[in-house]
């Protein structure tokens, strides 16, 4: 497939087809770095686990031991 660069302020940009970018399964955002004189595109491999942290809100664990009752021998051998 051939195409024409196209003038973007002082930049120059490629329009890619939608096909062409479904079939190289290329998302929003791309990694671009130049190989050999040529300049190679690639898509991002996705975050693992997506949205792992979205929402997430803070939990304060309980008090597990509150309930506990100590035995007169635990009051004994224990000093706090």
Known sequence: MQTSLRK???????????ALLAACEIGDIVEMHVENNRIIIEPIAPQHRPGWFTDYQAEQDADVLADLKETAIEQDDWQW
Do not use: D, E, T, Y
Request: aromatic share 0%.
């Open 8 to 18: 973007i302020g002082n930049s120059r940009g490629v329009l890619i087809p939608a």
